[in-house]
C-alpha cells in the first residue's frame, strides 16, 4: 500500500509540473483524464457555478471535458437550472461522490439531470466544490460510467481538482476575456445605497420609486456580475470603481 501510495504522490507531483505548462484549457482535461483513466474516470469538468437561474452559464466553463452529445443534451433541456450536483457544490466546500446525494431527497428535475447523465454513460462522478473569497464558488468535476477509487484516490482526484482550477484561472484571466458591462446611472445609485446598508424597501423610499422597481434593478446587477449573494456584487462593483465606500 505504501508503493501505491508513493506512486500516487509522484502522479500528482507530475501532473502539476505539467499544468504548469499547460498551452490551453483543452489540455488541462487532458492531463486530469490522463491521471485518473486508471480509477475509471473518462470525463471531467472545471466550472464556476453562478445562480441557477443564468441563462448563459457556459460561458462559465474554465475547461471543458464532458462528452460532446452529453454537453450537447445538457444544455439543450437548460439541465443545469435542476442540477443537484451544481446546487449542492454552491453550498458546501466538501467533496462528495454523486451517489452521496440522496434520491429521496431529490426533485423530479433533480432525478431527470442524474438519469439522463446515466444514459450518456456517467453513472457515477465526484465533485470538488471550491470557494474563494471575493469570487464565485466553483466546482472540479470527474465522472465515468465505472469507478473503481480505493481511498487514497480520493486524496488524489482532491490535489488534481485544486491544481487544475488554478491552472484552469489562468487562461480566464487572460487579456481578451470579456469585460463585466457597466451598471446605469440609476443602478450604480442603487447598489450605493446597498453599500451603506439601506434595504430594497428603503432605497424605494429614498428615490421615490416602488420597491418591486428597487428589487429589479438590484437583480439585474446582480447577473450582470453573475454574482451569488449582495454582497459579492458590491465587492465586483468596487473593483470596477462602479461605487464606492
Not at 466550472?47 to 452559464?57: A, I, S
Not at 470579456?178 to 447598489?191: F, M, V, W
Amino acid at each position: 500500500m505504501k508503493v501505491v501510495i508513493k506512486e500516487a504522490l509522484l502522479d500528482i507531483f507530475d501532473t502539476a509540473k505539467r499544468l504548469d505548462r499547460v498551452p490551453s484549457p483543452g489540455a488541462i482535461v487532458d492531463e486530469l483524464c490522463a491521471c485518473t483513466a486508471r480509477y475509471g474516470f473518462t470525463a471531467c469538468l472545471i466550472t464556476r457555478l453562478p445562480v441557477p437561474h443564468v441563462t448563459n452559464w457556459q460561458e462559465h466553463i474554465l475547461a471543458n471535458g464532458w462528452p460532446p452529445e452529453w454537453y450537447a443534451h445538457y444544455n439543450a433541456h437548460r439541465l443545469y437550472r435542476h442540477d443537484p450536483c451544481a446546487e449542492r457544490s454552491r453550498k458546501t466546500a466538501v467533496p462528495f461522490f454523486w451517489h452521496e446525494l440522496d434520491r429521496r431527497s431529490l426533485s423530479q428535475p433533480a432525478k431527470i439531470v442524474m438519469d439522463a447523465a446515466r444514459e450518456f454513460g456517467l453513472r457515477e462522478g465526484i465533485c470538488v466544490p471550491l470557494h474563494l473569497p471575493f469570487s464565485q464558488p466553483a466546482t472540479v468535476t470527474f465522472a465515468g460510467e465505472f469507478l473503481d477509487v480505493p481511498p487514497y484516490a480520493s486524496f488524489v482526484v482532491q490535489a488534481l481538482a485544486h491544481l487544475a482550477f488554478h491552472s484552469a484561472l489562468r487562461f480566464a484571466e487572460r487579456p481578451n476575456h470579456a469585460e463585466q458591462p457597466a451598471l446605469s446611472e440609476r443602478e450604480r445609485e442603487i447598489l450605493q445605497w446597498v453599500a451603506a446598508g439601506k434595504t430594497a424597501w428603503e432605497i424605494a423610499k429614498i428615490l421615490g420609486i416602488s420597491r418591486h422597481t428597487a428589487s429589479t434593478h438590484l437583480r439585474n446587477i446582480r447577473q450582470k456580475y453573475d454574482a451569488a449573494t449582495i454582497a459579492h456584487t458590491i465587492v465586483e462593483a468596487l473593483r470596477h470603481h462602479e461605487i464606492q465606500l
